[in-house]
């Protein structure tokens, strides 16, 4: 990082650009004060605003629950009926396909006594231009990281003969399941928008694509990250009964009563219980949006939905800021006479960056000069670098507040149903996601509103737990309590 390039206020323009007219003269903090403060009300999220958003949350998963369509919350069934024992024993594969990596897992698992004995996991990186491309592309890649994962066991593990290997599918997308081990895909959200692939069965996609690699593997379970977390949490803690993912998207799900899901038509699990997968990111009621928010969307792949993913998760809040900095440079020459292109290039600016400056304790704010002039390509003098953390921070702590706002109206909903099962007792809350995981002040903001919310007393029973990767062993175990053999 170039810390000593950054001193100078001013920044040439890149030769054979033309400098951005601005329409200030005066250039500094000051002027752009009235933005700041603008932004911090409108992203204001005082008790009131919480209490709207719990109650939302938990009217609109009831409309979900009682017809397909019926909200925002596509309240979606997932077939896992029953948890892991701990009984599960043998090897097992989980294949995770949700953002920008994908991972292969191996797991053996060992019974009651030995649990989980080994795990090895590989992560590949899906190139861009995949995003884009074909049905057929993405699960060929896929299959062919799958067949490379494998080949490099050599002949170490060996399965009972005539059994293919089983693998949990985490897909973590919008998928309406048919069963536990197969789903049709809703729509794309986090930045993908592969062709065909919308309207088809996604087991199958990748079955095909198991086949043309000549793969002797099948998938046993599918299931959406939060499941997977909440069955790899639940493995350990008979308490959980609550999973959230923040990480690029966002997503909850809960042990819901059979008997009050009315789109069920009496068709009750054996336990009683079924795991719902909330596809909360869809959420969109009463939201505290502002004119970022607004052209985000409006300029996204999807625009109109996954307004609350847009509003809290780590894919958007980067590009949320982005956007309001380059605004304070342009009315208010925050960054001085000229507007860097890169400043103008959505997503330049990433969660992870916005997440370094507000770790900056330095007196100087270097690490924030640094990001600045690296990543935004402008330069910055104290007062400025203050002007954007404070941006950051309110970005950052709507999201977090947001956030535990929706858990509370989970959590409000069930103990609707079930009085004092939930407040009444210890109650957990399994976490996981590069957001949650990685931005301290994020899982602050996230806390102190479950905290305002619930009152000190009641929030004492409920715990908000990291999980970490508990959705891979959590798809291995549910494709291993859901075996085909
Ligand atoms: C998807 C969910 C997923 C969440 C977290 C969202 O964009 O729609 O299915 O659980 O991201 O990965």
Redesign the pocket.
């Known amino acids: 990082m170039s810390v000593s390039a950054v001193g100078s206020f001013w920044l040439s323009p890149s030769p054979g650009k033309l400098p951005r007219p601005r329409m200030v003269v005066r250039s500094s903090a000051v002027s752009v004060a009235p933005i700041l403060t603008h932004l911090q009300k409108q992203c204001a999220t005082p008790l009131p605003v919480l209490r709207h958003v719990a109650d939302a949350m938990a009217a609109d998963m009831r409309a979900g629950l009682a017809v397909d369509g019926g909200s925002d919350l596509k309240m979606i069934l997932s077939y896992v009926d029953t948890f892991p024992t701990g009984n599960e024993k043998g090897l097992f594969y989980a294949l995770d396909l949700?953002?920008t990596n994908f991972r292969v897992l191996r797991v053996q698992l060992g019974g009651k006594d030995e649990r989980v004995i080994a795990t090895e996991f590989e992560q590949v990186t899906i190139p861009q231009e995949l995003m884009f491309g074909t049905s057929e592309e993405l699960f060929d890649f896929i299959a062919c990281g799958l067949a490379n994962f494998a080949k490099k066991e050599g002949g170490k593990f060996h399965l009972p003969s005539g059994r293919k290997r089983e693998i949990g599918f985490t897909f973590?997308?919008?998928?309406k399941q048919t069963s536990i081990d197969s789903g049709i895909l809703m729509k794309w959200?986090?930045g993908f928008a592969v062709s065909g692939t919308a309207g088809r069965d996604v087991v199958a996609c990748l079955n095909e694509a198991m086949e043309r690699q000549g793969l002797d593997m099948q998938v046993s379970a599918l299931v959406?990250?939060?499941v997977g977390t909440l069955a790899g949490a639940r493995y350990w803690d008979d308490d959980v009964m609550v999973a959230v993912?923040l990480?690029?998207?966002?997503?909850a799900c809960y042990v819901e009563r059979t008997d009050v899901i009315p789109k069920l038509q009496g068709q009750m699990s054996s336990s009683g219980r079924t795991i719902i997968?909330t596809?909360w990111?869809a959420f969109s009621n009463g939201l505290p949006l502002t004119e970022f928010d607004r052209d985000m969307d409006a300029a996204s792949i999807n625009p109109g939905e996954?307004i609350f993913?847009k509003t809290i998760?780590g894919m958007y809040l980067g590009e949320i800021v982005r956007r309001v900095l380059l605004k304070m440079a342009e009315a208010g020459a925050l960054f001085g006479e000229y507007v860097s292109e890169k400043l103008s290039t959505p997503f330049i600016l990433r969660t992870p960056d916005i997440c370094a400056m507000q770790q900056d304790n330095s007196d100087h704010l270097d690490a924030v000069g640094a990001i600045l002039y690296d990543v935004a390509g402008v330069k910055s003098d104290l007062s400025v670098r203050k002007m954007v953390v404070e941006v950051c921070d309110t970005i950052v702590k709507r999201g977090g507040r947001l956030a535990g706002a929706g858990i509370v109206g989970i959590l409000q909903k069930m103990e609707e149903d079930s009085k004092d099962l939930i407040f009444g007792k210890r109650t957990v809350v399994a976490m996981d996601?590069g957001l949650y995981e990685n931005y301290p002040q994020y899982r602050r903001y996230l806390k102190e509103a479950v905290t305002e919310l619930l009152g000190l007393e009641m929030s004492k029973n409920v715990v908000i737990e990291h999980s970490k990767d508990g959705s891979g062993i959590g798809a291995a175990l549910l494709a291993a309590s859901n075996s085909k053999y």
């Not at 973590?172 to 998928?175: A, D, E, K, L, W």
């Open positions: 949700g953002g973590s997308f919008p998928v959200t986090k959406n990250d939060t993912i990480g690029t998207g966002t997503n997968s596809e990111g996954q993913e998760s996601g």
